[in-house]
């Protein structure tokens, strides 16, 4: 079949794309920025990369007429007044589109949303459906809530608050019921409904065997670990505090710690089961999936993070626009470096930085500055790396977004995520016994200046340190 992919550098899509690819199909992968694609050589005839933007219906047009099916995989994690109408308008644009190719089917993965009162994005992940059904190709709609596996949103937030806090102070919704469901087995439906005619125009509750409230999520995890946790509930805390308290605490940033609180304000649990009718099938527990989620850590081998997903950025997804670092109006910090050993060692040095292994240096300082950037409201230091070797254009290092990570020419260039008073750039080039590191920081206004010279001791003192235990190990 002729599949449409929307979302195929996405936490799901990420890892539905090669299980499309290994059942035969021939792939159109929409994203909005091709330089995050890269297309093995061996299915180079099978994956076809659209650049478009779901937003610019012109853009759609590269979309061929001739296509079988369709995945609907993306939404927005942010919190911001127009998310519903863009996500609204996405879906309307897109519908359109494929109401003029020959496709049969669209699959749309939304959230568990059989609640009266929901979440403004539970909300409009609902519209979004019902948007989809008004065009003119079938639409078979699956409703997941938490998703269990290595790399997504709520596993490491539950892991995140298991591992670093023994007491926890929670709020009330930890009271809720949920569903959990193993990212394998949402993976599982997604390509069975392919083409199945009793899917056509249905929508499908997906929950996993085990219903528990969100304090048994987390103390079932602890016991997983080997970890004893005392969790107390309180009254107290606003959806606003309780997004704070998740957003300090946790990797995630403030926007998806506002989302997932909000919708935690409903139990997520299925209320039917007709897909088993359709596809019998024994699905993981929450304790199976926890195991594979962490055999897939134990194995540095895990495809996709949340953290690595642009849909909580405020960066544009476009990340080419960010690559060529400007010339003027620039402040920099250049080192220059000789080495002897092999130029292999450096670069492993550097394509390792950040995450568990730190910064080889002044490693407290580091740390600081992530914790400062928590409390203005930036994404800090937790939001570490996805794998602790691999690089690729888009991962997130840390507080930094990789724009480059050119291993044959031995180039790494990354972008400041972190709050600023402008825009910084950290680059790294290898050349045969010498390494370059510049920062590049280019000021917004008089503010950006006296930040850059008011840290000016510690960049020197930092950045000094930096580029000579890579240099030199």
């Known amino acids: 079949m002729k599949i449409l992919l929307t979302g195929a550098n996405g936490y799901i899509g990420t890892r539905l794309l090669p299980r499309l690819l290994d059942e035969g199909h ?278 996709s993070s949340w953290k690595d997903t642009l849909s909580g950025s405020t960066l544009n997804p476009d990340l080419s626009i960010y690559v060529h670092v400007p010339r003027f109006g620039i402040l920099s910090d250049r080192r220059v470096i000789p080495f002897s050993c092999p130029v292999e060692e450096v670069q492993k040095r550097i394509w390792s930085l950040g995450g568990t292994r730190g910064w080889l240096t002044m490693t407290w300082a580091w740390k600081l500055r992530g914790f400062f950037d928590k409390l203005v409201g930036g994404i800090g230091l937790r939001r570490g790396r996805t794998h602790p070797t691999r690089l690729k254009v888009g991962d997130a290092l840390d507080f930094w977004r990789v724009l480059l990570a050119d291993e044959k020419n031995r180039r790494l260039l990354l972008y400041a995520e972190m709050k600023l008073p402008g825009e910084a750039w950290l680059e790294f080039e290898i050349f045969p016994q010498q390494l370059k590191q510049t920062a590049s920081f280019r000021p917004n206004g008089v503010w950006g200046r006296f930040y850059w010279y008011g840290l000016y001791p510690f960049h020197v003192l930092i950045f000094s340190r930096l580029a000579k235990r890579l240099a030199k190990g």
């Open 26 to 303: 021939e792939i159109y992968a929409l994203v909005r920025s091709r330089s995050r694609m890269i297309v093995p050589e061996k299915v180079q005839s099978q994956l076809h990369i659209i650049e478009a933007d779901l937003l610019n219906p012109s853009s759609l047009l590269q979309i061929p007429t001739d296509i079988d099916a369709a995945y609907y995989l993306v939404h927005s994690m942010s919190y911001s007044q127009k998310f519903s109408e863009l996500e609204a308008a996405s879906a309307k644009n897109f519908a359109e589109r494929l109401g003029n190719t020959k496709a049969k089917q669209i699959i749309y993965l939304s959230g568990l949303a059989n609640e009266i009162h929901l979440s403004r994005h539970l909300t409009s992940r609902k519209k979004v459906g019902e948007i989809l059904k008004m065009g003119k190709v079938p639409v078979t709609i699956l409703m997941a809530g938490i998703i269990v596996g290595s790399g997504s949103a709520s596993f490491e937030i539950i892991r995140d608050l298991v591992e670093k806090l023994p007491i926890m102070i929670a709020p009330k919704w930890l009271k809720q019921l949920t569903q959990p469901i193993a990212v394998r087995d949402v993976l599982a439906y997604l390509t069975l409904v392919l083409g199945h005619p009793a899917c056509l125009g249905q929508s499908f509750e997906i929950g996993g065997p085990d219903i528990m409230s969100y304090k048994d999520l987390l103390l079932n995890f602890a016991k997983m670990r080997g970890l004893k946790r005392k969790i107390f509930t309180v009254p107290v805390l606003t959806p606003r505090l309780s997004s704070y308290w998740l957003f300090f605490v946790t990797s995630t940033s403030f926007s998806l710690a506002r989302f997932l609180v909000d919708s935690l304000i409903n139990n997520a649990v299925c209320k039917e089961n007709r897909i088993q009718a359709i596809f019998p099938k024994k699905l993981l527990s929450y304790q199976e999936a926890l195991q594979l989620a962490f055999a897939r850590i134990e194995e540095d081998w895990v495809p």
